[in-house]
């Protein structure tokens, strides 16, 4: 059997299991809580394609004995996925990395070009009421937008910037894009730290995974360092953003408009303060930034292939984790990171 979990999947992409490996299809929309999935996974499943919002737990993973493969799609699998327990117990894990890079990065220029003109702020009134000639946005050309993160998605970003809206891009990541640099001719500028790259970020976009290394990377020392005023822009995950520092950067106005797609906990009390007190201030979709059609057909096409390389051949290009170093060969590069 291969279980299939998340919304929006095209169950007819799923059919190559089907026909070249006689498994079973079953597909629950979800999100399952951490028990339910783990009774899924007990089932005989050898194969899990893993496209929603639940938690693969160590525990959930020592419940399924007979899962040989796990295909998650996207990118970001580190908060979902178990890894070095899947690892432990010889179970493949694999990503789509690529696939929605395109969606991802039209969908962040589209929230920072939101924020940028408080577009959410002039839906409705027929004027826009300004007071004076400073509460007008600038073009983008004029502002200085700061990229963490210089992953597939992060360059995509910096190229539509630089090369559509000839603005000004500074960036840091792990590695430094020297060759991307000398393309965008001055357009594109690297800082060593996040706390250089905050001081000159007019518009902060977050474009890293989440991992213990990025959690809360964004903190109070990082925003009281922005330009008052600022704008952070997160279609990344939200737990990279400090909530608190989030809160109080918004109450300084050092912060004027906060992007999210995916929030904080609703149940959580900073969750809900930062809803009721800065709601007008907040820009929060619901973890859309990828769910094109064609984006999702994409990764669930490269899942299935995943699944079928592995089960066919012990193998995929797109594995991860150390797994592979157990079995004699030479550790595999993670994919997928985006900084």
Not at 29 to 48: I, N, S, T
Not at 180 to 197: A, D, H, N, P, Q
Not at 233 to 255: H, Q, S
Request: contains cysteine; neutral net charge.
């Amino acid at each position: 059997m291969v279980l299939v979990t998340g919304a929006g999947i095209d169950t007819k992409l799923l059919a190559p299991l089907e026909e070249r490996h006689n498994l079973k299809v079953l597909h629950l929309p979800g999100p399952l809580d951490e028990a339910r999935l783990g009774d899924h996974l007990r089932r005989h499943v050898r194969a899990y394609l893993h496209g929603g919002e639940e938690r693969a737990t160590g525990g959930v993973l020592r419940k399924a004995g007979a899962l040989k493969v796990i295909a998650f799609v996207g990118v970001g699998y580190e908060n979902f996925i178990d890894v070095p327990t899947a690892d432990e117990l010889n179970i493949a894990v694999t990503n789509t990395p690529g696939a929605a890079t395109d969606a991802v990065a039209a969908f962040t220029v589209g929230q920072i070009i939101n924020a940028n003109w408080l577009i959410p702020h002039h839906l409705g009134p027929p004027v826009p009421g300004w007071k004076n000639p400073g509460e007008m946005p600038h073009e983008l050309g004029a502002r200085r937008v700061g990229i963490l993160g210089m992953g597939a998605n992060g360059r995509r970003i910096a190229e539509i910037l630089c090369d559509g809206f000839h603005a000004t891009v500074t960036y840091h990541s792990r590695t430094r894009r020297a060759d991307f640099e000398r393309k965008r001719k001055g357009r594109l500028c690297y800082r060593g730290s996040v706390s250089e790259l905050a001081e000159v970020s007019d518009i902060l976009v977050v474009m890293v995974p989440e991992t213990d290394e990025t959690r809360s990377m964004i903190d109070s020392s990082v925003i009281d360092l922005m330009p008052r005023g600022s704008v952070i822009v997160n279609t990344a995950r939200p737990a990279i953003v400090d909530p608190y520092a989030l809160y109080a950067g918004l109450r300084d106005e050092r912060v004027r408009m906060a992007v999210f797609d995916g929030f904080y906990d609703p149940d959580s009390d900073i969750g809900s303060k930062l809803r009721r007190d800065f709601g007008d201030r907040l820009l929060v979709t619901g973890h859309i930034a990828s769910h094109t059609q064609e984006t999702m057909n994409r990764m669930i096409t490269q899942a299935v292939a995943s699944i079928d390389n592995y089960l066919t051949n012990g193998t995929d290009q797109y594995e991860v984790g150390n797994r592979r170093d157990k079995c004699g060969e030479a550790p595999r590069v993670t994919c997928g990171q985006s900084s």
